[in-house]
Every structure is written in C-alpha cells, then in structure tokens.
T-cell receptor, first 115, second 116 residues
Framework: EAGVTQFPSHSVIEKGQTVTLRCDPISGHDNLYWYRRVMGKEIKFLLHFVKESKQDESGMPNNRFLAERTGGTYSTLKVQPAELEDSGVYFC?????????????FGNGTRLTVT | AQKVTQAQTEISVVEKEDVTLDCVYETRDTTYYLFWYKQPPSGELVFLIRRNSFDEQNEISGRYSWNFQKSTSSFNFTITASQVVDSAVYFCALRGSNFGNEKLTFGTGTRLTIIP
C-alpha cells in the first residue's frame, strides 16, 4: 500500500511568489490533515478535511493560505503571496477514521524556503 | 487548550548508552491519546506508539519502552542500548476527544544524536 506522498519535497521561492504544495493521501482515507513546522518549533495543525469538506481550519495562519481538496482525493495547499515567515516543513497526513483511535499516517513533508 | 512540552531540545549520547526523552502534557479531556513520532534525517514522520489515557501499563518494544504516568502527566520514552540509527528528532503528541481537541498537538521535538 502506498503511503502519503507529498510533492515537491523541496521548494525555494522568493518573497511575493506563489507556491502550491500537493498531498496524495493513502487510498480510501477520507481524513486529510495539513501540519507545519517552522524552524525549531512544534509541528502545528493547519487544517483538516473530511473528504472534500473542511472540517477544521482553525490553524490556518491567514488568508494567504488556501487549501483545497476537490473530489475528496488529493489536496493542494497554496501560499500566495509567500512571506519569509512561511518557511518551514509542511506535512500532510491522512487517516481512515476520524476518531482519536485512528492513527495519522504522515508524508515526508515539503520543505519550503522563502527568500 | 492542550499543550505538550518536550523540555530537552537536544541530547547527545554515546552509542550503547540508554537515553530517556521526556514528555509532559496538559489537557482537560478525560479521554485522550498520546503518541511518539520519529523524524529521521530523511524527513518523514514515523509513528512509534499510541497510548490511550485509560491504559497506564508501560510498554516495551524491543529496545524502546514507554512510561506513562497519569499522575504527573508524563509520557517518557526510553531507548536502551542506543544505536546510531536512532539519531533523529523525536516528537511527542497528544490528541484529545472533546470537540476541537481531536487534532494532534505536538511538542517542539527532541533532537537525539547517537555518537558512534
């Protein structure tokens, strides 16, 4: 079974540019999460999809971030325009169920550097 | 609000030594789950263990063991006879059951370096 895949693995962009991160969850997983780790800090929750619907987007930092999951399969996270403080590692995770007992399976992350 | 504290930012030990990574958590939920994840240099987050709040029995898996103490809100992780491959960043995480607390709350991580 393929795991959670994220693309690209690394992205270096200039301040003001746009970047789109993609996440392909494990097939059949309705729940998809985005997390972010800024250098040296904790991994922070961004948002949670159940199928194509946003269940919880309380962690999205501001309106420069837009997440979509059309069709309830893969998801994209767009940052427009990117700022220096957006640099970090963006993780995607998926789970089969929504309960606390459902383990999250994480991807390898996308390392975003904004210069 | 939920919180996970990993006070040790970095630890270095010589290979074959034992090492314990500390994790202290805060939550108002009566039911919750605790996790440990490993992030090796390759970058992915690898799930190590999940423990629910009703089960305080300690767990051992090979060289890994976990000590869950509800009285002190701690979920510490010990690696016995450490190996170079254990070098990684280790994250402790908490997941509650009440509405709004279902998402994982992570600590800041502990970078473990095993010196050969």
């Amino acid at each position: 079974e393929a795991g959670v895949t994220q693309f690209p693995s690394h992205s270096v962009i200039e301040k003001g540019q746009t970047v789109t991160l993609r996440c392909d969850p494990i097939s059949g997983h309705d729940n998809l999460y985005w997390y972010r780790r800024v250098m040296g800090k904790e991994i922070k929750f961004l948002l949670h999809f159940v199928k194509e619907s946003k269940q919880d987007e309380s962690g999205m930092p501001n309106n420069r971030f837009l997440a979509e999951r059309t069709g309830g399969t893969y998801s994209t996270l767009k940052v427009q325009p990117a700022e220096l403080e957006d640099s970090g590692v963006y993780f995607c995770a998926s789970s089969l169920g929504q309960g606390t007992n459902s383990p999250l399976h994480f991807g390898n992350g996308t390392r975003l550097t904004v210069t | 609000a939920q919180k996970v504290t990993q006070a040790q930012t970095e630890i270095s030990v010589v290979e074959k030594e034992d090492v314990t990574l500390d994790c202290v958590y805060e939550t108002r939920d009566t039911t919750y789950y605790l996790f440990w994840y490993k992030q090796p240099p390759s970058g992915e987050l690898v799930f190590l263990i999940r423990r629910n709040s009703f089960d305080e029995q300690n767990e051992i898996s090979g060289r890994y063991s976990w000590n869950f103490q509800k009285s002190t809100s701690s979920f510490n992780f010990t690696i016995t006879a450490s190996q170079v491959v254990d070098s990684a960043v280790y994250f402790c995480a908490l997941r509650g059951s009440n509405f709004g607390n279902e998402k994982l709350t992570f600590g800041t991580g502990t970078r473990l370096t095993i010196i050969p």
